[in-house]
C-alpha cells in the first residue's frame, strides 16, 4: 500500500509564447502517497500550478510535455501515464483517479445549471447511471461536504450559494466520483479568512474520511502549516526542497526557503514599531487637528432595477491624526476599500460626515474637491492596472505634477521623477521603461512613487500587496515603513490580512459587514479582541507554524 | 529594455512576425492583394496603355466591344473604352473612396464614442439610439440616400468620390462608434484611469491621454474589415447608377453595371475584369482584416510548436485548459 498513487518523473514542460520558448517545469520529480496531503509552494511562475496540472493532462496546446506521470488509480489496480494519454483514455482517468478544485469556485460552476446536475453530469462520464442514483449521490455528498438541506439545495443554481458553500460543491464535485487524487490549486486565495478556515478543515476530512490524497498547491504559507504532511518548495521550476511539514518550518535546508519562510508576515511583529513611530512623535501631536473625521459615516450604492439597495458603510466613526497609520482590516464586502474611495472622492457619501483634510466630503462637487486632490495620494490594489500601458512609468510619475501645473511636461518634471523613483528604491533608468516591462513589486514601488509625487498630506492604500508575493511582499511593506518615516504622510493603510496591519498600523480597525466593530493599537486588536467577530477573524487566521497552527485549530473549533 | 518603438512594433509588421503557419499565409497573401491595389492606384497613369476616358487614340476611335487585341490587351466596353486602362484607373478611384471614408468615419466615430463612453448620461443614449437607427437600416440604402443628398446627381471627379466616401461613412460610424464606446467603457473602470482620477486629472486630458490611446487597439483590424465593405458599396452604389460617370472617374462597379447586356450575347471580357479586380481586392482587405483579428486574440492565435530537443516519440500534446498564455505585445 506505500506505493505512490502519483509518482511524478523527471518532468519538465515547455511553452511556446511569443517571446520564445518558456521552460516552466525543468526536471521535477515528486511521490504523492496514500492518504496525504502535499503540499507544492512556491511564489508566482514558480511551475507549481503546471506541475499539478500535468496530473490532470490539463495543460494548452502550446505547452510541451516531457517525463513521466503515472497516475495509480484508487484501489491500485491500474495505473497510467498520464503524459502518454490521449482522448478516451485520459478522459477516463481524469475525475476518476484524480480530480480538480479550482481557485475560483464562482467560475468553475456553470451558472445555468443546478449544482446536483453539475454533480451528476462526472457520474454520467463515468458510467450508466439512472437520474434517481445520480441524485442520491448528489445529496449524499453535498451533505458530507456540510451543505444544510441538501435535499433541496441539490436543485438549487450556483448562484444561489456563497463563495464558501460553492468551493464545497466543487469539492463535492471531486468527491462525487471517490477520486483518489484532489488536486487542490489555491482552493482558498479567493475566499475570505473565516470561509478559508472552514474549507481547509473539509479538505481535511476529504483526506480523513474519503481517503483522498491531496495535492495543494498556495502560496499561503499558513495553510501549509495548516493542512499539509509534506511540503515541496518550488522556485523557477525547479523543486528546491522536500521535507514534512515540522522539519520544513522548523530547520529549512534551503537558502530560498529560509528567506521565503522569513518574509511571511507574522501577528505581533508590529507592536515594537508602532512603539517606535509613537516615541518619535513630538509634543502635542494629539492635538492637532485629524486629516480625516468620519462621523456616523454612510455609503449606499443604489439598487438597480428594484433590486434594494446596498449599504457598503453603515455608520462608522474614526479618525485619523496627521502622520499616523490606520489599518482598516475586513472581509471582502466589508466596506473597507469603499470608505477609503471614498475619502479620495471616487465614491459619493450618502449620509453622515467625511472631512478630509478640513474640507467636507459629503455632497461635494467634483471641482470643489479638485484642490484638496493634490494633498492626497492613494496606492492601487494591483499594480498591474494601475498604470496606463502606454506610458512610461517617467510619464506617468510626472503626471501629477503636471496636472497640477508643477511642471510643463514629463521632460520637465524628470529631475524631481528620478528623485521620487530613487526614494522608492528605484534606478533611474526605469523611468524610460513601459509598465509591463517592470515586475509586479516594481510596478507597486513606481505607484508608490507616483502617490507621493506631490508629497501629500495622507496616503491612502488599498491593498497595496495582495497581488504580490510573499518575499515581493515583505520588501513593499519594509519601504512603506521607510517612506511613511521619512515623508511623515498620514495613511490609510487597507487590508484583508491582518498580520501585514499589523505590521505597519498605529491603529487597527476592523470592518465586518459595514460596521466598525472594534478600533484600538495594533496590540489592544490583536492582543485581547473584544468583539466576538475580531475573536473569530483571528482564530481563523492560519499561522506558519505547524505546531502553533494545531492548538489555534483546535480553539477555533472550539469558538465555532 | 529602454523605449522600443521600432518599425517592428507597427501595427501590421507586429502581427507579421508574430504569425506563423495557415495565418501567416492568409496574411502575407492579403497583404501582397492589398500592396498591389496600392502599387497599381499610385503607378495608374504609367500602368495603363490609355487614360480612363480616352475614346480615341491617333488611328481613330477604339470601337465597342472589341475583343482581347494587341492594341487594348482586355478589349474594349460597350462605351468604346478600353478596358485594362479602365481597370487599372479604377484602383484609384477605390483607394480614394476608401481612404476618405475611412479617414472621415474613424474621425467622427472615435470622437463620438469617446465622449459617449465617457461622459455616459443622456448624450450616451441618445447617441446610442442614432447608432442602433442607423445600424437598422440596410446599409446600401441608406447610402443610396445619402449618394442623393450630397451629390444631388452630378457627378465630377471630386464630387462622385466624395458622396460615395460620405455615404459610405454614414455607414461606418456606427461601428466605429460602438467600439470605441464600449472600450471607453471598461477602460474607464480600469485602475489607471481612477488613478489619474485621484490625483486630479482634468476629464478632457483623461480622456485624451488615458483613454483614447488605450480605446484604439483594435481599430487597425475594422479598419481592414471595413476598407473591403467599402469598395463593396462604392461597387454597389456604381452598379446602381448612384456612381461616377465614366468621363470623371474610373469606377468599377459602373463599369460592370455597363457589361450587363455584353454577358448575354458572350462578351466576356467587359465584365470578368472589372469583377475579378473587387473580388480580389475584398480578398485581399478581408484577409488581412480576418488575419489581423485572429492575431489579436492570444486564443485564436496559433503559435510555433515549443522546440524539442530528443525525437518527439513520447511528447504529449494535451488538449484543452484554459491557460491562456499569451502576452499581449505592446502595439502602441
Known amino acids: ?179 483518489g487524487v484532489i488536486i487542490a490549486d489555491e482552493p482558498t486565495t479567493a475566499l475570505d479568512v473565516t470561509v478559508q478556515a472552514e474549507i481547509l478543515d473539509l479538505l481535511r476530512r476529504c483526506r480523513d474520511e474519503f481517503g483522498a490524497s491531496i495535492v495543494l498547491i498556495t502560496h499561503n504559507m499558513g495553510v501549509v502549516a495548516d493542512l499539509a504532511d509534506r511540503v515541496a518548495v518550488m522556485y523557477q521550476g525547479e523543486l528546491v526542497e522536500t521535507a514534512d511539514v515540522a522539519t520544513l518550518f522548523a530547520d529549512p535546508q534551503q537558502e530560498y526557503t529560509r528567506t521565503l519562510l522569513g518574509s511571511v508576515p507574522k501577528l505581533g511583529q508590529g507592536a515594537a514599531r508602532a512603539r517606535d513611530r509613537a516615541a518619535r512623535r513630538p509634543g502635542g501631536w494629539a492635538d492637532q487637528p485629524p486629516v480625516v473625521v468620519a462621523r456616523d ?31 482598516l482590516v475586513g472581509e471582502s464586502g466589508s466596506g473597507k476599500s469603499t470608505i477609503g474611495r471614498a475619502i479620495a472622492g ?28 493634490r494633498r492626497i495620494g492613494f496606492v492601487f490594489q494591483d499594480p498591474a492596472t494601475s498604470f496606463n500601458p502606454l506610458l512610461t512609468i517617467a510619464d506617468a510619475v510626472a503626471e501629477p505634477l503636471v496636472v497640477h501645473g508643477r511642471a510643463g511636461d514629463t521632460d520637465d518634471a524628470r529631475g524631481r521623477v528620478d528623485e521620487l523613483l530613487e526614494a522608492v528604491q528605484l534606478p533611474r533608468a526605469f523611468g524610460d521603461r513601459f509598465p509591463h516591462e517592470l515586475s509586479g513589486g516594481q510596478r507597486q514601488r513606481a505607484s508608490l512613487a507616483r502617490a507621493l509625487a506631490l508629497q501629500p498630506e495622507l496616503l491612502i492604500a488599498d491593498e497595496p500587496t495582495s497581488a504580490l508575493d510573499v518575499s515581493v511582499q515583505a520588501r513593499v511593506l519594509d519601504l512603506f515603513d521607510e517612506l511613511q518615516r521619512e515623508f511623515g504622510f498620514a495613511a490609510l493603510f487597507i487590508s484583508h490580512d491582518l498580520a501585514v496591519v499589523d505590521l505597519l498600523a498605529d491603529r487597527i480597525g476592523v470592518l465586518h459587514h459595514g460596521r466598525l466593530v472594534e478600533e484600538g493599537t495594533g496590540e489592544q486588536v490583536l492582543g485581547n479582541p473584544q468583539d466576538p467577530y475580531t475573536q473569530r477573524l483571528l482564530a481563523s487566521l492560519p499561522v506558519p507554524d505547524p505546531v502553533e497552527q494545531a492548538q489555534r485549530r483546535a480553539r477555533w473549533a472550539a469558538l465555532r | 529594455m529602454s523605449r522600443r518603438r521600432t518599425w517592428r512594433s507597427l501595427p501590421v509588421v507586429h502581427q507579421l512576425r508574430q504569425s506563423v503557419g495557415l495565418q501567416r499565409g492568409m496574411l502575407v497573401t492579403g497583404l501582397v492583394l492589398t500592396g498591389i491595389l496600392v502599387l497599381t492606384a499610385v503607378l495608374a497613369p504609367l500602368l495603363a496603355p490609355y487614360g480612363y476616358g480616352q475614346l480615341r487614340d491617333a488611328d481613330g476611335a477604339f470601337g465597342a466591344q472589341q475583343p482581347p487585341s494587341g492594341d487594348h490587351l482586355l478589349g474594349t466596353t460597350v462605351g468604346g473604352y ?69 451629390s444631388g446627381g452630378q ?168 491557460l491562456a498564455a499569451g502576452t499581449e505585445g505592446g502595439t502602441p
Open chain 1, 1 to 179: 500500500m506505500n506505493e505512490p498513487v502519483v509518482d511524478i518523473r523527471d518532468l519538465r514542460v515547455t511553452f511556446a509564447t511569443d517571446g520564445g520558448d518558456v521552460a516552466a517545469v525543468k526536471g521535477v520529480s515528486l511521490q504523492l502517497h496514500p492518504g496525504e496531503v502535499l503540499a507544492i509552494v512556491g511564489e508566482s511562475g514558480s511551475g507549481k500550478t503546471v506541475t499539478a496540472r500535468t496530473v490532470l493532462g490539463l495543460l494548452p496546446e502550446t505547452a510541451l510535455t516531457r517525463g513521466a506521470v503515472v497516475l495509480r488509480s484508487k484501489d491500485g489496480g491500474t495505473t497510467a501515464d498520464v503524459v502518454t494519454l490521449h482522448g478516451g483514455d485520459l478522459r477516463s482517468v481524469r475525475g476518476r483517479d484524480a480530480a480538480m478544485v479550482f481557485q475560483e469556485p464562482g467560475s468553475v460552476l456553470n451558472p445555468v445549471y443546478p449544482v446536483g446536475w453539475q454533480i451528476a453530469e462526472g457520474l454520467r462520464a463515468h458510467g450508466d447511471v439512472s437520474k434517481k442514483e445520480a441524485r442520491e449521490v448528489a445529496v449524499d455528498v453535498l451533505r458530507r461536504v456540510g451543505i444544510p438541506d441538501p435535499e433541496e439545495r441539490v436543485d438549487h443554481y450556483p448562484h444561489q450559494f456563497s463563495g464558501g458553500q460553492k468551493q464545497r460543491i466543487v469539492i463535492a464535485q471531486a468527491l462525487a466520483l471517490n477520486a
Open chain 1, 297 to 327: 459615516l454612510r455609503i449606499v450604492y443604489p439598487g438597480r432595477f428594484r433590486k434594494p439597495d446596498f449599504t457598503a458603510v453603515d455608520g462608522v466613526d474614526f479618525t485619523i491624526a496627521p502622520g499616523e497609520v490606520l489599518g
Open chain 1, 346 to 373: 471616487l465614491t459619493p457619501v450618502s449620509g453622515g460626515s467625511l472631512s478630509v483634510l478640513g474640507t467636507e466630503v459629503a455632497g461635494i462637487k467634483e471641482k470643489a474637491f479638485r484642490p484638496v486632490r
Open chain 2, 82 to 150: 478600353d478596358v485594362l486602362s479602365r481597370v487599372i484607373y479604377g484602383s484609384r478611384t477605390a483607394v480614394f473612396v476608401i481612404v476618405v471614408a475611412i479617414v472621415l468615419s474613424i474621425v467622427a466615430g472615435v470622437l463620438l464614442g469617446l465622449v459617449s463612453g465617457y461622459l455616459g448620461g443622456w448624450l450616451d443614449r441618445v447617441l446610442v439610439v442614432v447608432a442602433d437607427a442607423v445600424y437598422a437600416f440596410p446599409s446600401l440604402l441608406l447610402a443610396i440616400v445619402a449618394a442623393i443628398v450630397i
Open chain 2, 155 to 322: 457627378s465630377s471627379l471630386v464630387g462622385g468620390v466624395l458622396a460615395a466616401a460620405i455615404s459610405i461613412t454614414v455607414v461606418f460610424i456606427p461601428q466605429y462608434f460602438r467600439v470605441v464606446r464600449a472600450e471607453t467603457v471598461r477602460i474607464k473602470s480600469e485602475a489607471f484611469v481612477e488613478s489619474a482620477r485621484v490625483v486630479g486629472t482634468g476629464t478632457w486630458r483623461i480622456m485624451t491621454r488615458h483613454v483614447l490611446r488605450n480605446a484604439t487597439r483594435s481599430l487597425p483590424l475594422i479598419v481592414t474589415l471595413n476598407a473591403s465593405e467599402a469598395i463593396l458599396t462604392l461597387a454597389g452604389l456604381g452598379f446602381l447608377g448612384f456612381g461616377i460617370q465614366p468621363t470623371a472617374a474610373a469606377e468599377w462597379g459602373f463599369d460592370l453595371n455597363r457589361s450587363i447586356s455584353d454577358v448575354t450575347s458572350g462578351i466576356w471580357w467587359t465584365s470578368i475584369f472589372p469583377g475579378a479586380a473587387i473580388v480580389l481586392t475584398v480578398l485581399g482587405l478581408t484577409l488581412v482584416g480576418e488575419s489581423l483579428n485572429d492575431l489579436a486574440d492570444p486564443r485564436l492565435r496559433s503559435r510555433r510548436r515549443a522546440a524539442d530537443v530528443p525525437p518527439p516519440a513520447d511528447v504529449a500534446v494535451t488538449p484543452g485548459g484554459g
